[in-house]
């Protein structure tokens, strides 16, 4: 595994990779909203053939955080990670996007005119507005500060978010999860947070909204993984309804790649080769 910096777009953004020759397709993993790339970091010792790249989102792990009047917005994400594909020359990707990093997949794909991706496997994206869980407490956490950065970031990292992490939550996936957070600048998870709300808040009679909708007019080969958390329900009915195919893991948390390391590497082996 090799790391650097990329400046993209004027920003710094850390980046794990591994590109070797061979015509394997290269894997792109994109993380969730806190989160860091460390997430992934077992896809380097159990898929080992194929060519990873894993980046820090702009505003969490070691990527910059912006200075004066930042912007977080899922755009210019998403800008970020095509000037990731240019700069390593992808193509025929496989895209891997958990949580967060689901959603901006599907909205990625959704916006691939030059055909870059090949297949994408979305990992508890959040199609259902009752999954988004974190975000939903998030931007009621902000609210309640009247959108005080301080306050915010306190709560984020020293507050009720770090006991709900460690504490009422804990795992061995969330203690991983929190020493990416502590990370993030609050700044990030906080306009993260708002604009996947946003985008959530009108859903129509079958629960489909902007991000079940960009998943669904997906053409590649597509899959959603979900685990068998009560909390899932939801995002399993949408897919059932509205026909879409999905990968069930029996998992205690929201991480399926960290508490079925083996199961859900195997299974994107497979997915890859299929």
């Known amino acids: 595994m090799k790391a650097e910096y990329l400046d993209l777009l004027g920003e710094e953004i850390f980046i794990r990779y591994r590109i070797k020759d061979g015509n394997n397709p290269p894997v792109l993993f994109i993380h969730g909203i806190g989160e860091s790339g460390r997430c992934f970091f077992d896809a380097f010792d159990l898929t080992d053939k194929y060519n990873i790249v894993v980046p820090d989102l702009l ?34 990707i496989i895209l891997v996007g958990h949580s967060f990093g689901g959603m901006l997949g599907s909205l990625i794909c959704k916006e691939d005119k030059h055909e870059k991706i090949k297949k994408f496997l979305n990992v508890e994206g959040g199609i259902s507005r009752d999954t988004t869980i974190l975000s939903l407490r998030a931007v009621r956490v902000l609210e309640g500060f009247n959108h005080d950065m301080e306050k915010f970031g306190y709560w984020l990292h020293e507050g009720e978010f770090k006991n709900l992490m460690l504490e009422d ?16 600048d609050p700044e990030a998870f906080a306009q993260t947070a708002v604009e996947i709300c946003s985008r959530l808040e009108f859903e ?40 879409m195919e999905y990968k069930e893991f029996n998992v205690a948390s929201h991480w399926l790649m960290l508490d079925k390391r083996e199961e859900f590497y195997t299974f994107l082996e497979g997915f890859i080769e299929s």
């Open 59 to 92: 505003g969490h792990g070691k990527s910059q955080k912006a200075a004066k009047n930042p912007d977080y917005s899922l755009s210019r994400q998403i800008k970020i990670i095509w000037g990731i594909i240019d700069h390593f020359g992808l193509k025929d």
């Open 169 to 184: 939550y804990e795992s061995a996936s969330t203690i991983k999860y929190f020493d990416s957070v502590i990370e993030c």
């Open 204 to 243: 129509d009679k079958k629960g489909i909204n902007e991000f079940s909708r960009a998943y669904g007019g997906i053409r590649i080969p597509k899959l959603y993984c979900v685990g068998t958390r009560p909390v899932m329900n939801s995002a399993k009915r949408l897919l059932i309804n509205n026909h």
